[in-house]
């Protein structure tokens, strides 16, 4: 059972590059959140979905799009990247069974994305 | 913004002793959770509790929680070189289903 698989690990993008991050569960939850984690910030919400078809945004979702075709997939793009994207970018899901306020969020094992 | 703080910032004790680090947080929450994040790795849930309850044990975990002060503590008891890692913070806000709050952790060393 691999929960939350995330690729590539590691990105190296020059300024104005595009590129696509993507995240895979296998443990059929509905929900499922992108974060960026920079020092000393903790992490923050870029998107978010709640089932196959629907996303909105968190906290910080200005310079990336999101789109969730398939109920196990989370696609983060960035379409025109900047330095300021340098980060280690983390997929999570969680199950949207019964009192969904109350379940964990499950973890990948993260992105990490240099741009120069 | 930031919805939890966690406090200190960097934490080292040597093995066998006990690591309690603090968490506060600004507006009224639903829970709160703690996760735990090895070098290189990504978080991993520890324990939750909700808004209603005042402490929680799980294992060697304790967790307290004060609405009054909007604030939380994560005791580990009898620490081990493996519980090394940082700790997050975590509040799910009154009204909010879906979207949790991360504070900027705590870095835990223990020493063997």
């Known amino acids: 059972n691999a929960g939350v698989t995330q690729t590539p690990k590691f990105r190296v993008l020059k300024t104005g590059q595009s590129m696509t991050l993507l995240c895979a569960q296998d443990m059929n939850h509905e929900y499922m959140y992108w974060y960026r984690q920079d020092p000393g910030m903790g992490l923050r919400l870029i998107h978010y979905s709640v089932g196959e078809g629907t996303t909105a945004k968190g906290e910080v979702p200005d310079g990336y799009n999101v789109s969730r075709l398939k109920k196990q997939n989370f696609l983060l793009g960035l379409e025109s990247a900047a330095p300021s994207q340098t980060s280690v970018y983390f997929c999570a899901s969680s199950t949207s069974r019964e009192r969904v306020a109350w379940q964990p969020q499950h973890f990948g094992d993260g992105t990490r994305l240099s741009i120069l | 913004s930031q919805q939890g703080e966690e406090d200190p910032q960097a934490l080292s004790i040597q093995e066998g002793e006990n690591a309690t680090m603090n968490c506060s947080y600004k507006?009224?929450?639903?829970?709160l959770q703690w996760y735990r994040q090895n070098s290189g790795r990504g978080l991993v849930h520890l324990i939750l509790?909700?808004?209603?309850?005042r402490e929680k044990h799980s294992g060697r975990l304790r967790v307290t929680l004060d609405t009054s002060k909007k604030s939380s503590s994560l005791l580990i008891t009898a620490s081990r070189a493996a519980d090394t890692a940082s700790y997050f913070c975590?509040?799910?806000?009154?009204?909010?289903?879906?979207?949790?709050?991360f504070g900027s952790g705590t870095q835990l060393t223990v020493l063997p």
């Open positions: 507006t009224s929450i639903n829970n």
């Open positions: 509790i909700r808004s209603n309850e």
């Open positions: 975590a509040t799910l806000r009154s009204g909010s289903a879906r979207q949790l709050t």
